[in-house]
C-alpha cells in the first residue's frame, strides 16, 4: 500500500510542477517516475505477485479508471512534445483526477473487503 502513497505523492509533486511551471523538465521526471510505478505495479498485480499490494482487484470501473488515466497521461506527454502547454495542463489535470478517483475508489473497496473478513 505504500508503494500507491509514493505513486500518488509523485503524480501530486509532477501535476503541481508542470502547472506551476508549464510543463517543466522536472515536472515530466515525476510524472515518469510515477508512471513507471504505478505501471509495474498494474504488470505484478497481473503476474500474481505475492509481495505487490492489489488495488481494484475484482472492480471492473476501478481498472477502466486506472487504464484511462494511463491515456490520459501518454496524450499530456505527446502535447507537451508538441509544445501545447495549455492543453497539456488540462489534459494532466484530467488524468491526476481520473487516477484519484481510481485511487479513492479502490482504497473504500480494499478497506471493504478487509472489514467483511
Request: aromatic share 22%.
Amino acid at each position: 500500500m505504500l508503494v500507491y502513497v509514493f505513486i500518488f505523492l509523485f503524480y501530486s509533486l509532477g501535476t503541481y510542477l508542470a502547472i506551476t511551471r508549464d510543463g517543466s523538465e522536472l515536472s515530466l521526471w515525476f510524472l515518469a517516475f510515477g508512471l513507471a510505478l504505478d505501471i509495474a505495479m498494474l504488470f505484478f498485480d497481473w503476474i500474481g505477485a505475492k509481495y505487490a499490494p492489489r488495488l481494484g482487484e475484482g472492480d471492473l470501473a476501478a481498472k477502466l479508471l486506472r487504464v484511462l488515466s494511463f491515456f490520459f497521461f501518454g496524450l499530456a506527454f505527446f502535447l507537451r512534445i508538441l509544445p501545447k502547454i495549455k492543453s497539456f495542463k488540462y489534459i494532466i489535470g484530467i488524468a491526476i483526477s481520473v487516477w484519484i478517483i481510481f485511487f479513492a475508489r479502490s482504497l473504500s473497496l480494499h478497506f471493504r473487503k478487509k472489514r467483511s473478513k
